[in-house]
Every structure is written in structure tokens, then in C-alpha cells.
């Protein structure tokens, strides 16, 4: 069996309890069933704290703050997008350590929860759109 990889979004080991609960469950999940194939990228706004906090050796920490994901990593995957037909320019998009991670990803698991929530304004809202739409992208 091949190799396994899987990018999580909105979560983080360092976050709130709900996120880091949704995290660790998802984790041991996916081990119980792919084991050493598993290969995660925890796409992270908390990349230094996560980092630190990471007990698993198949989990790698990406850093994806969200002034990374919402100024650098989404204009670039609409770009990536748009001329994925052209190898050069794909190859040069995927210097981009987010972008990269995506492209090699099998499975994008989203764990944000409530995050369409009217209460949560549209900024917040805009946010939770920017995090799904890149890896579709």
C-alpha cells in the first residue's frame, strides 16, 4: 500500500481544547486505520507552539498563518489554478511550502467546526471561506 497524505486545516495542538480534542481524535483515527503509510501536514496558525506540542514523529507542522493563508498562499493557489496546465509555473507555485503541502495531499480534512456562523461576522466568515478554498483551489 502506498503512502497515505493528509493535510488538516483550522485545527492546532496548541488552540482551544475543542480544536486540539477534534485534532487528536482525527489523528488517531486516521492512524488506526492507514498506521505507517500516514503521512499528516497539520496546516497550522500555531506553528511554533505546535511544533512543540506535536507527539507524533508522522505529523509535520506547516506553518499557514492566516496572514500567510488569506495575502500569500490563496492569491497563489487561484494562480496555481489557473495555469496548472504549464509545468514551469507549477513547478515554481509549489515552492510555496502551503501550496506544496496541498498539491501533495490525498485527503484535506477541515476542522473548523462552526465556522459559518452568522455570529462570526463576515471577516471571520471570509476566513473560514479562504481555509477551504485553497486546497479546492
Not at 506540542?53 to 507542522?61: A, I, S, T
Not at 506553518?63 to 487561484?78: E, N, R, T, Y
Not at 496541498?102 to 471570509?126: Q, T
Request: hydrophobic letters at 45%; aromatic letters at 10%; one cysteine or more.
Amino acid at each position: 500500500m502506498k503512502d497515505v497524505n493528509v493535510a488538516i486545516v483550522a485545527a492546532s495542538f496548541n488552540g482551544n481544547k475543542g480544536a486540539a480534542a477534534m485534532l487528536q481524535s482525527s489523528i488517531k483515527q486516521l492512524w488506526s486505520r492507514y498506521g505507517h503509510q500516514l503521512n499528516i501536514n497539520l496546516m497550522s496558525t500555531y506553528p511554533a507552539d505546535d511544533r512543540r506540542l506535536n507527539p507524533y514523529d508522522f505529523v509535520k507542522v506547516v506553518s499557514c498563518k492566516p496572514g500567510k493563508l488569506v495575502f500569500l498562499a490563496f492569491p497563489l493557489s487561484i494562480v496555481f489554478k489557473l495555469l496548472s496546465w504549464l509545468p514551469p509555473a507549477k513547478s515554481l507555485l509549489k515552492k510555496n511550502k502551503v501550496i506544496r503541502a496541498f498539491c501533495e495531499c490525498d485527503l484535506v480534512i477541515d476542522e473548523s467546526g462552526v465556522s459559518f456562523v452568522d455570529s462570526r461576522g463576515p471577516v471571520m466568515n471570509l476566513y473560514a471561506f479562504v481555509t477551504i478554498a485553497t486546497p479546492l483551489l
